[in-house]
């Protein structure tokens, strides 16, 4: 039996707004991430995918179930697991070397050691060039892939992905989904990952599941039966694409909004 | 800051700012007397450095230039100390900041230099009275400033220097104290003028030290040339000290772009 890295077990988040009543943000999660999967969530806006990541992270505790990372309870945040958010949140004062090894310098590693790690992984995200710069030096593509080798840097059981390429222009988005797909593949983690992009979920997950309004519960699991997972720019033009995509719409209804 | 003497533009533009000095110092020397200015109300540059050397020789000038530049620095660095201490404590605080603003706001609206007399019933004829004064003086903008910076960093990016297990003292050190060094550095250079003017005012209100007591002196015997050549100190005395803040920002901030340096 291969080995479960993610679970959530009836999990439900609820919020007290400022005027006092409470909000339910998500209800009755259950599911489960196995050693190397890939699992993409989507859902239309506000229907709790953020605060299932932060539930995953241990940043917020959830208010009925449990979530697990390796088996472990998660009740704060551990070094188990890694975040990544549309928002690079690289530190200016801070070389790209420097911002990779942040994780590092956190959990007490000898400056070696990090130096090490970061390079190796800078290189692996094609950023050898650019480890002595700071990073308003580069473009929004780079600096993402900076933040991606920052969360590769801590050697997470699990990455917890927010919209990470959602402010990237479509090209770049393209070619940084490459890098990500091939970096998961080379590596076997395992990632749950957040996104509103149809497309960026079939071409990276073994799984997709689909979220429904808030409050927020699954309402379908789809398996993608596509090969090739180190090549999502390869996935993204395989003839069941469009017939995944079909049913994604249908189950969040896209089209009925247009209507 | 980066001047490039290279550029040609850079260098006429040098060339031009060391022509208006020697026209201004012209002028100064030339223009009253052409004028009909009496040298009691605006003393010739010549008779100013004449009056400069006879203070080098007879009335300690450098004593008291000593005396001045020392409180400036003393209580520049504490008050610099104490406004960081505090703007860093109110920051991490939003409750603390709730319940002390109003007092805060008002010390801030209070003329600090009125306090002079106060300080000098309080301690005398010391140097403490003018120390204290500036460390009053210094303390609000740097306050202001470190406070501000904490506030606006990207709580996201707090949060995720959580979900990598740091404590709190990491994210001071990582994130809080990096992130508040270009606007403390903003905050300094107001300050180091302001650090000046609380000192001298000390001076004024009380004490037979400093350059404030020189210029009284001068004042009351009548000697304008004994007061320009205080208030050329002083000045001076600012300018050393605004130029250390410059030089140890450009080394400090250097991972900004010199633009965004300039800005702040």
Same mark, same amino acid.
């Given at each position: 039996m291969t080995k479960r890295r993610l679970e959530f077990r009836g999990v439900t988040k609820r919020f007290s707004s400022r005027k006092g009543d409470t909000v339910t943000a998500v209800t009755g999660l259950d599911f489960h991430i196995d050693d190397g999967e890939i699992v993409s969530i989507i859902g239309p806006s506000g229907c709790g995918k953020s605060t299932l990541l932060n539930m995953g992270s241990g940043l917020d505790p959830a208010s009925e179930g449990e979530v697990f990372v390796d088996g472990e309870l998660v009740t704060k945040p551990n070094a188990h697991v890694a975040f990544m958010l549309q928002k690079d949140l690289l530190l200016p004062w801070r070389t790209i070397r420097e911002n990779v090894e942040f994780g590092l310098e956190v959990l007490h590693r000898a400056a070696p050691d990090r130096r090490k790690i970061a390079l190796e992984l800078l290189r692996k995200c094609r950023l050898s060039d650019f480890v002595d710069h700071y990073p308003h030096q580069l473009s929004g593509g780079m600096r993402q892939r900076a933040a991606l080798a920052r969360t590769l840097a801590v050697d997470p059981a699990v990455l917890l992905m927010d919209e990470p390429f #959602?402010?990237?222009?479509? =090209?770049?988005?393209?070619?940084? =989904?490459?890098?990500?797909? &091939?970096t998961?593949?080379?590596?076997?983690?395992?990632?749950?990952?957040?996104?509103?992009?149809?497309? !960026?979920? /079939?071409?990276? #997950?073994?799984?997709?599941?689909?979220? #429904? =309004? &808030?409050?927020?519960?699954? /309402? &379908?699991?789809?398996?993608?039966? /596509?090969?090739?997972?180190?090549?999502?720019?390869? &996935?993204?033009?395989? =003839?069941?694409?469009?017939?995944? /995509?079909? !049913?994604?719409?249908?189950?969040?209804?896209?089209?009925?909004?247009?209507? | $800051? *980066?001047? *490039?003497?290279?550029?040609? %533009?850079?260098?006429? $533009? $040098?060339a031009l700012s060391g022509l208006l000095f020697v026209l201004f110092i012209a002028a100064w020397e030339w223009l009253p007397g052409l004028m009909k200015i009496p040298p009691f109300i605006i003393p010739p540059v010549s008779k100013v450095w004449s009056e400069f050397l006879r203070m080098m020789a007879s009335e300690h000038l450098m004593y008291h230039t000593a005396i001045t530049a020392m409180q400036v620095l003393v209580g520049f660095v504490l008050g610099m100390l104490l406004g960081m201490v505090v703007g860093f404590l109110l920051g991490m605080s939003p409750t603390?900041?709730?319940? %002390?603003?109003?007092?805060?706001?008002?010390?801030?609206?209070?003329?600090?230099?009125?306090?002079?007399? %106060?300080?000098?019933?309080?301690?005398?004829?010391?140097?403490?009275?003018?120390? %204290?004064?500036?460390?009053l003086i210094v303390f609000f903008p740097v306050m202001v400033n470190v406070l501000g910076a904490v506030r606006s960093i990207d709580p996201d990016i707090v949060r995720l220097a959580k979900s990598f297990t740091a404590n709190r003292f990491q994210i001071f050190r990582m994130i809080e104290f990096p992130a508040s060094l270009g606007p403390l550095f903003a905050g300094l250079r107001i300050a180091a003028t302001l650090a000046v003017i609380g000192v001298v005012v000390g001076e004024l209100v009380g004490g037979n030290t400093g350059l404030g007591y020189l210029l009284t002196f001068g004042e009351g015997a009548g000697n304008t040339a004994m007061v320009f050549v205080s208030i050329i100190m002083l000045t001076i005395i600012g300018i050393l000290l605004y130029g250390a803040i410059v030089i140890i920002e450009n080394r400090v901030l250097h991972f900004m772009p010199a633009r965004d340096r300039r800005g702040a």
């Open positions: #959602s402010a990237l222009d479509a =090209q770049t988005k393209m070619v940084l =989904q490459q890098d990500l797909g &091939r998961l593949a080379e590596t076997g983690k395992t990632a749950l990952f957040v996104t509103h992009d149809l497309v !960026e979920a /079939i071409a990276l #997950s073994h799984r997709v599941l689909v979220m #429904s =309004q &808030r409050p927020g519960r699954i /309402i &379908r699991e789809i398996v993608i039966d /596509i090969p090739d997972m180190g090549n999502p720019m390869a &996935r993204r033009k395989h =003839q069941k694409v469009g017939g995944y /995509i079909a !049913e994604l719409m249908e189950l969040l209804h896209i089209e009925e909004a247009v209507a | $800051m *980066d001047i *490039d003497l290279s550029d040609p %533009l850079t260098r006429r $533009m $040098m603390a900041e709730f319940v %002390l603003s109003p007092y805060i706001l008002a010390l801030q609206i209070a003329p600090k230099v009125a306090f002079a007399p %106060l300080f000098v019933i309080w301690f005398g004829y010391t140097v403490y009275p003018k120390i %204290l004064v500036a460390i």
